[in-house]
């Protein structure tokens, strides 16, 4: 047992990561990836920001009641009605936290709330207040705190400690610090601030100039005791500093920082792919920790040095973070009891009659391709969990196209409508061949829709690689990502616009 200090993770995913431009999460994938966020065992989970949306307050709602372990917080401006809204949403969590914020900083002061200092002052004690009578656990953060004057800097968090706050969260909002500076703003707030040893010091830094983990990591040896980031970096703009990076830089170096964090880490992976697949939000190759190259080793010299020690060129262990060390390849003659280990290793715990399903699946894509590998496992699970989605109204039952150089593409497409169990088929030409499959499904699913981006992605290596389609759907107010895999990119990008459909019913 290790006798570090601890250092807390806060992981706002859900909350900073969704608005990341191009992100909307239905509430169903939020609670989904709130329980994989409690299998990372993150310390606190920022839900949302329940008076931006009824949507918001609902899906706040739901993790609040069904997450148990993690605190769970939701984010209210200085607006009493704010403050009302995130403790509606968190009143029945286990551990609930409400996250108070004003901006701080002259510039932000002045130019967006056309108020002056001791407004802000005034604002943030009178909020702080308001919700510690709700709840005992406030977070309070004056944003942009890296460009506020140090003295009112001081003044604002003295005061909201007084008030009740019990964590103090000092954002460099807009990703403009460098870690030495950052690191001297967080020990000139330890010292200065008189209230400071009564409180966790916490940091959210953003990644502007690329610097939100190392800025995090200075913090962290100037005394923070809370980071705040989401997984795969995802964020406002350039996004937050990525959990995963910093998680695994204070378990690597613990040596130089003396802290550790209570994170399983082995989920950390699994964590980054389910974060990835739900919002459609790729993770570039040669991503620190989980890009598929971050533990891959290309050269002659390289490959030479790990053969005969690993470490003498890796410096974290795959398995530390989930990736099974065991990459033999499966194939049709593969058995259920082979399928079953491999999933396990993989992180996925399968009841008989989920076995039963995804044997089948795998006994049908082994049929098409012939060595079935870890991604492709991976991504048959993503494509089942989808398909079965309870409330999913619709469902491909086949896509037949005709196209060529000299033929205008026509596709014939057969769905089956859920609630009345009825299957029911179109046919339509288009421009080209996903045109004609998505103007045939458009003829049987009555939704005004603008596909705002269309992409496959090949899953592995080969020509006879999974195709992972990508879509982006708008309605109305609402954004959502479609998903579908198949080693026929029509049919994935059938299943993806079917999928988005699905979710903006939902929604
Ligand atoms: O970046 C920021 O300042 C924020 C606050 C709400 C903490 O996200
Ligand atoms: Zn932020």
Redesign the pocket.
């Given at each position: 047992m290790s006798e570090n200090e601890k250092i807390l993770i806060f992981d706002t995913t859900l909350r900073?990561g969704e608005q990341s431009a191009g992100i909307g999460l239905t509430k169903s994938e939020k609670i989904e990836i709130a329980h994989q966020l409690k299998a990372l065992n993150v310390d606190i989970i920022e839900a949302g920001f329940p008076a931006s949306s009824p949507g918001d307050f609902e899906s706040v709602a739901q993790i609040a009641k069904e997450i148990k372990g993690p605190t769970i917080a939701a984010?209210a401006r200085c607006i009493p009605s704010d403050i009302e809204a995130a403790w509606g949403a968190i009143k029945n969590a286990e551990s609930p936290r409400i996250h108070v914020?004003i901006n701080s900083s002259d510039i932000q002061i002045i130019n967006q709330l056309k108020k002056n200092r001791e407004d802000v002052l005034n604002m943030a004690v009178y909020c702080v207040e308001q919700a510690k009578k709700y709840c005992d656990d406030i977070e309070f953060?004056p944003?942009?705190a890296s460009r506020t004057d140090m003295d009112f800097l001081y003044q604002l968090i003295e005061a909201t400690v007084k008030a009740g706050a019990t964590t103090i969260?000092i954002?460099d909002?807009v990703g403009y610090t460098m870690p030495w500076e950052f690191k001297k703003r967080i020990e000139d707030v330890i010292n200065n601030v008189p209230n400071m040893d009564k409180v966790i010091t916490s940091v959210?830094c953003?990644n502007d100039l690329g610097l939100a983990v190392s800025n995090s990591l200075a913090a962290i040896t100037a005394g923070a005791r809370q980071i705040e980031g989401c997984i795969n970096g995802l964020g406002?703009r350039a996004g937050n500093a990525a959990l995963e990076e910093v998680i695994m830089a204070i378990d690597t170096r613990e040596d130089l920082l003396n802290v550790s964090t209570g994170i399983n880490t082995k989920q950390i992976y699994k964590t980054s792919r389910l974060v990835s697949d739900i919002t459609g939000f790729p993770v570039q190759p040669n991503k620190a920790i989980v890009g598929a190259n971050a533990f891959r080793h290309a050269s002659g010299i390289h490959q030479d040095g790990v053969l005969k020690a690993k470490s003498t060129f890796e410096i974290m262990d795959p398995e530390s973070i989930g990736l099974s060390g065991n990459s033999l390849v499966l194939s049709k003659l593969s058995g259920r009891a082979g399928l079953k280990s491999r999933l396990e290793d993989l992180g996925y715990e399968l009841t008989k009659e989920e076995l039963d399903k995804t044997f089948e699946e795998f006994k049908k894509l082994a049929d098409k391709k012939k060595e079935v590998i870890n991604q492709d496992l991976e991504i048959l699970m993503s494509d089942q969990k989808r398909s079965e989605r309870s409330e999913n109204k619709y469902e491909l039952i086949s896509v037949e196209i005709e196209s060529g150089s000299e033929k205008q593409p026509t596709a014939n497409i057969k769905i089956k409508n859920n609630s009345s169990n009825k299957i029911e088929s179109s046919t339509s030409s288009g421009t080209g061949p996903v045109d004609a499959i998505y103007k045939a499904i458009d003829n049987l699913i009555d939704i005004k829709v603008t596909l705002n981006e269309w992409r496959i992605e090949a899953v592995t290596e080969g020509i006879d690689a999974i195709g992972d389609a990508i879509v982006r759907l708008e309605s109305d107010d609402s954004n959502v990502i479609g998903r579908g895999s198949d080693t026929d990119i029509l049919v994935s990008s059938a299943k993806a616009y079917i999928d988005g459909l699905n979710k903006l019913i939902i929604n």
């Open positions: 900073d984010l914020f953060s944003m942009d969260n954002p909002t959210h953003h406002e």
